[in-house]
């Protein structure tokens, strides 16, 4: 699926460290929480959360559904609203 969505890109490269996933530790609740909601978009879940392009291409892009479900669920998982 196609959309005009602000640039997300987990592997987005830095200064120190080169590849954010450095930082996060392999069994962390942080890689949990990912993997498990790229598993929900892989199998096509996560369509739903996907919004309809505009015909007349008005507006600010939004962020990635994906990207944007991650931060809501990981902030619920520690007790952030």
């Not at 069994?27 to 498990?36: A, F, K, N, P, W």
Request: glycine share 6%; with cysteine; charged share 30%.
């Amino acid at each position: 699926m196609t959309s005009n969505f602000i640039r997300y890109d987990q592997d987005q490269q830095h200064l120190l460290p080169k590849n954010v996933a450095e930082w996060v530790e392999d069994d962390s609740l942080e890689r949990y929480v990912s993997d498990v909601i790229d598993h929900l978009d892989n199998e096509g879940r996560l369509d739903p959360f996907y919004p309809e392009d505009r015909a007349d291409g008005r507006g600010r892009p939004p962020f990635h559904p994906v990207m944007m479900l991650k931060i809501l669920v990981f902030g619920y998982c520690i007790g952030v609203r």
